[in-house]
Each structure stands twice: as structure tokens, then as C-alpha cells.
């Protein structure tokens, strides 16, 4: 079958960095989606990374290891807007196959 | 450029009425999906459009759910005799569906509320 996993909730203090792992299983795999959604509010693109390694994109970082079937975002020097679900999403074929989101609070 | 809307924003329906929601995709982005997120959970694939292709409606959950893509753009998902667990937000989210890979852009989406 087809599964993404990441965890549910994380928190994280501001200014620190926080890392949201991500694995998952499925068929036709081409790539690997991160988005973030604020509370409320539709999800926005974040990264996509298609090779094996770390994207660097400002204080945001991706990682696919396309062999484990493992991706992580990586967010440096949080800052208390980074409050949002992360979600991970497989580019399967024609549709993303998405985790159920992990929840980042982010405390003074 | 104009990105992808939809609407109503909000709808609030008594259980059993048909509802009607309307997705207006960026233009030229020959894909469409359909998406429902209960409060607080992950995206639900409900069905996906592309080109002229027949539907792919595996994620509709009932019969009760159905969908048309007008022209290649408009596109309209009914929900009919809703139910209380039909309360969601109905999400849309359109691409390319040229490019190597499917970044999906996606709307507001629509509230719905069934008492």
C-alpha cells in the first residue's frame, strides 16, 4: 500500500531549530513536497526535492533519501510565525500522496 | 496572476440538502484535485482531473459525492443529502500537470457545516 508517516505535534523554542521527519511508501514515486499550512488557511508550497541530499532555501531545508523512503525539513531560527502544520506530501504518479500534517508550536 | 478560487467561502446546510461547491483553477493548469480536511487532519484525496481524461474518483467516499469539470476549467463538486460527518473544509488545487513534477497551487477552500 501507499503511506506517508510524520509525526503529529512537535514544539520548539524560538530561535532554536526544529527537525520534522518524514517516511513513507509509495509506488511511482518522482518526488517529495513539503507545505505549510497556517490555521485556517490553505497549504503553500515549501520545498520539492527530486535527488537524494539537503535543499537549502533561507532559514528552510529539505533532505530525501530516496533509498531509505525518508525526507526531513529542517527550520532554523524559528521564529514564532513558523507556527503552522507542515505537511509531506510523495509526488506519486499524477497526485501527491499526503501525511496527515505535523503540528510545530513554537514557544517564547 | 489570478490564482485559484473557490467558493462560497463558508456554506452552513441542514443535514439532507444538496450542496454545491465551485473551484475556479489558475488558468491554463490542465489539473484539478479535490481535497477534504476535517478539523485539526491531513488532506483527503476525494478526485482528480486531468485534461480531457476520464476522472479519477477513487477517493470520493459515498456515492453521495460526485464531481464535473466544465471546458477543461470550472469545476463543481455536489454533495447530495449531506450528512453531519460531511463538515469539512473542500479544498482545490489545481497544476500544471506538464511539468516533471505537480506542484498543486491551492484555494481557499470552503467551509461546510451541516447541522
Known amino acids: 500500500g501507499q503511506n506517508i508517516d510524520q509525526p503529529t505535534e512537535m514544539t520548539a523554542t524560538e530561535g532554536a531549530i526544529v527537525q520534522i521527519n518524514c517516511t513513507y511508501q509509495t509506488s511511482g514515486f518522482n518526488g517529495l513536497f513539503w507545505y505549510q499550512q497556517h490555521a485556517g488557511e490553505a497549504p503553500t508550497f515549501l520545498s520539492y526535492?527530486?535527488l537524494d541530499g539537503l535543499e537549502e532555501k533561507g532559514r528552510f531545508s529539505s533532505f530525501l533519501s530516496r533509498s531509505k523512503g525518508y525526507s526531513y525539513l529542517l527550520l532554523k531560527e524559528l521564529q514564532m510565525k513558523d507556527s503552522a502544520s507542515y505537511l509531506c506530501g510523495a509526488d506519486s504518479n499524477y497526485q501527491l500522496i499526503w501525511g496527515a500534517g505535523t503540528k510545530l508550536i513554537i514557544k517564547p | 496572476g489570478a490564482g485559484v478560487s473557490q467558493s462560497p467561502s463558508n456554506k452552513v446546510t441542514e443535514k439532507g440538502k444538496d450542496v454545491e461547491l465551485r473551484c475556479d483553477p489558475i488558468?491554463?493548469?490542465?489539473?484539478l484535485y479535490w481535497y477534504r480536511q476535517s478539523l485539526g487532519q491531513g488532506l483527503e484525496f476525494l478526485i482528480y482531473f486531468q485534461g480531457n481524461s476520464a476522472p479519477d474518483k477513487s477517493g470520493l467516499p459515498s456515492d453521495r459525492f460526485s464531481a464535473e469539470r466544465t471546458g477543461g476549467s470550472v469545476s463543481t463538486l455536489t454533495i447530495q443529502r449531506t450528512q453531519q460527518e460531511d463538515s469539512a473544509v473542500y479544498l482545490c488545487a489545481s497544476s500544471s500537470g506538464r511539468d516533471s513534477y505537480n506542484e498543486q497551487f491551492f484555494g481557499p477552500g470552503t467551509r461546510l457545516t451541516v447541522l
Open positions: 488558468s491554463g493548469h490542465t489539473a
Open positions: 526535492n527530486v
